[in-house]
């Protein structure tokens, strides 16, 4: 498959997933201003993208799709890094999200147990 069929397939999905992964974040406040420009950058990624594809990729415009790329890529990083602990960060992202979800399902908050791993003993 070419890269000029693949390459728009493969960024809107991944303009999704990068969304998705800036609302979770959002709910973590020492990081949402990270998650807002995640999400932020991921749009205009999108409609640069397009807007190259439209005016057939002038020099100027790609690089300008270049550089939302590489900050698109910092603030999807960044909040790991400025956390200072991995995978709490990530960890209590899920977990507000989990109880978000819950609380809009049930109409309140349950409290989370421990996590079952099927390969614990």
Do not use: D, E, F, K
């Amino acid at each position: 498959m070419q890269l000029r069929v693949l390459h728009p397939v493969l960024a809107c999905g991944l303009v999704v997933a990068a969304l998705g992964l800036a609302r979770v974040l959002a709910s973590v406040p020492s990081v949402r201003p990270w998650a807002l420009s995640l999400g932020g950058l991921a749009l205009l990624q999108l409609v640069l993208g397009g807007v190259n594809v439209l005016l057939r990729a002038p020099g100027w415009l790609q690089l300008a799709h270049l550089l939302v790329a590489q900050l698109l890529w910092i603030s999807a990083v960044w909040p790991r890094r400025a956390s200072g602990t991995p995978g709490a960060l990530y960890r209590a992202a899920l977990q507000r999200a989990a109880l978000r979800r819950a609380a809009l399902y049930h109409g309140a908050t349950p409290r989370l147990g421990p996590v079952m791993r099927p390969w614990s003993s």
